[in-house]
């Protein structure tokens, strides 16, 4: 939420019109709104949560440490800030796997069912958007293309730790596609959107005074 | 004559709205002071979290402060990079936290260990036997801890 908030007064200040940090969240209408399906998912039970955190916020880790060389400075700023916020965030959702993977038979079944559930909704977390695409080759957005091997290590470690099965028939496989056209609005959503904006811009604005 | 030290000596009134205790210097939020020509002052602040709502109470409460004393002129920036550690907190802040009932850091991040193999002091009866009962407690930042000599749970305020 707080990171978001943080994109969000920068993509306000990039758009102008008198943009601010809540015209994103609050007067968006719902088809502007761009996020991964893997966090539209309906509230499952605590296993299916626990393993949404875990993909996502191993996601983030590896996303905000390239977005760190990004040749925005602001938005690398946000990235260093925001990498020590998710590193707790992963922490917590691993911690969590491990305890229910090497816990009692239940746990283990409920958490290895929601791994196999939600790995298809991981694909779409790596496959950049056209303007995206731009930003990539501009050198201000994250190839997160390249984050997928780190991804999947860190994934792997944590399910070898939680004694789980890593979902090997499913790498490279299909996976559900849509992000970018549902209507929660998450980190990422302001950052591709951010990625829209930026297009049409050549010049960064100094950093906003509070 | 407005100098770093009395804006200083102005700033540590200022307290932390999160932990009243503290102030603002006790927590290492204040990263950058300039005093122009024209007696206008430029603060920069760095959020301990990112989004901190507390941050622009904390950025009127200086402004505040700074007019009463006669400022005419106070510009507030935020700055997020290099990123806020907990290295920053002063050692009379950390008394003060440890006075509050929280276990303030006992690392410094290039040397911290392993949470399982921290050992924190029990703000309440200073013993050394204390264990960790979760690596989150009331907040991210904290961890939950429990004393095995006067049996009381206490938060510690993390390494990071």
């Given at each position: 939420m707080a990171q978001q908030e943080v994109f969000s007064q920068y993509a306000g200040l990039l758009e102008g019109n008198g943009k601010t940090e809540n015209s994103y969240p609050y007067h968006r209408d719902v088809r502007s709104f761009y996020n991964a399906l893997l966090l539209e998912m309906p509230k499952g039970n605590f296993a299916e949560t626990i393993v949404k955190s875990l993909f996502f916020d191993a996601f983030q880790y590896h996303f905000y440490t390239a977005l760190q060389a990004s040749s925005d400075k602001q938005l690398a700023a946000i990235a260093e800030k925001s990498l020590k916020e998710v590193s707790y965030h992963l922490k917590f959702s691993s911690e969590w796997a491990v305890r229910l993977g090497d816990g009692t038979p239940e746990s283990k079944e409920k958490i290895q069912e929601a791994i196999y559930t939600y790995w298809d909704y991981c694909g779409e977390l790596f496959d950049p958007c056209e303007s995206e695409k731009e930003m990539i080759a501009s050198g201000v957005a994250v190839d997160i293309s390249l984050l997928k091997p780190l991804w999947e290590k860190t994934i792997a470690d944590t399910l070898q730790e939680a004694t789980l099965a890593y979902?090997?028939?499913?790498?490279n496989a299909w996976f559900h596609k849509g992000a970018k056209m549902a209507f929660i609005p998450n980190i990422l959503d302001i950052y591709w959107l951010k990625c829209n904006i930026y297009k049409s811009r050549t010049q960064v604005p100094p950093g906003k005074a509070i | 004559m407005i100098t770093k030290e009395s804006i200083l000596s102005i700033l540590a009134q200022v307290s932390d709205p999160e932990v009243p205790v503290l102030s603002i210097l006790d927590l290492g939020i204040v990263r950058d002071i300039q005093i122009h020509d024209d007696d206008k002052v430029d603060i920069g602040i760095t959020p301990t979290y990112s989004g901190c709502p507390a941050m622009s109470m904390i950025a009127v409460n200086i402004k505040m402060e700074l007019l009463a004393h006669g400022l005419k002129q106070v510009n507030i920036h935020e700055v997020l990079s290099p990123a806020w550690t907990t290295d920053w907190m002063t050692e009379e802040g950390k008394q003060k936290l440890n006075a509050y009932g929280i276990a303030p850091p006992q690392y410094n991040t290039a040397n911290n260990p392993h949470e399982r193999d921290a050992v924190v002091p029990c703000p309440l009866c200073e013993s050394k036997d204390t264990v960790l009962v979760s690596q989150f407690g009331s907040t991210a930042c904290k961890a939950l801890y429990k004393c095995n000599s006067c049996l009381e749970p206490f938060d510690y305020f993390k390494c990071h």
């Open positions: 979902p090997l028939s499913k790498e | -």
